[in-house]
């Protein structure tokens, strides 16, 4: 399904250490399609929502009030598996587990800095999407190279 979507979120780590350009470009080479794309510091409501199902978890207090600190970039991006490509782009959770030529594994150390965040399914990728982003602000549009890059 080529209409495959997916949450990218470049969490504020990689935002204070200017890694948002080369994490977009890594969605972009490939050849997944950006839909809608905002920088914003997210409140503590918000990611509370967001990581939600790792509420019972000893962590969940101190990721919630970190990722509300600065500033993150949202993004959707579509395309064939983009939910699967997308985590494997990513690497493990762990960045120590990540290899290199991934995401994590290029550019972080430690587990409560790891950079990035994907979906880890379709289900949960809708969910987010419709967590951070209007109808109105996902595009329509059709990328002069889709062509190229899909039979
Ligand atoms: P992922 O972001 O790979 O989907 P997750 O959903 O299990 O991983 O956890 C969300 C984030 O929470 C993760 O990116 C970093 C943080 N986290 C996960 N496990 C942690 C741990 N054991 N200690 C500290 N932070 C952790
Ligand atoms: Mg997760």
Redesign the pocket.
């Known amino acids: 399904d080529k209409t495959e979507r997916t949450f990218i979120m470049i969490?504020p780590d990689a935002v204070q250490r200017g890694l948002v350009g080369k994490i977009i470009c890594r969605f972009e080479e490939k050849g997944f399609k950006l839909v809608a794309m905002k920088q914003k510091i997210g409140s503590k409501e918000l990611f509370a929502k967001h990581?939600e199902?790792?509420k019972k978890?000893k962590?969940y207090d101190?990721?919630v009030a970190y990722m509300a600190t600065s500033p993150v970039v949202a993004m959707v991006w579509e395309g064939l598996g983009v939910v699967k490509t997308g985590?494997l782009m990513?690497g493990?959770?762990?960045p120590a587990k990540s290899l290199p030529g991934t995401i994590r594994g290029d550019y972080c150390i430690e587990?409560?800095r790891?950079i990035c965040?994907?979906s880890?399914s379709v289900a949960s990728a809708n969910d987010e999407i419709a967590l951070w982003f209007d109808d109105s602000e996902l595009c329509h549009w059709t990328p002069s190279n889709s062509a190229w890059i899909y039979e």
């Open positions: 969490k990581y199902s790792l978890l962590f101190g990721l985590r990513l493990e959770t762990d587990i409560g790891n965040h994907g880890d």
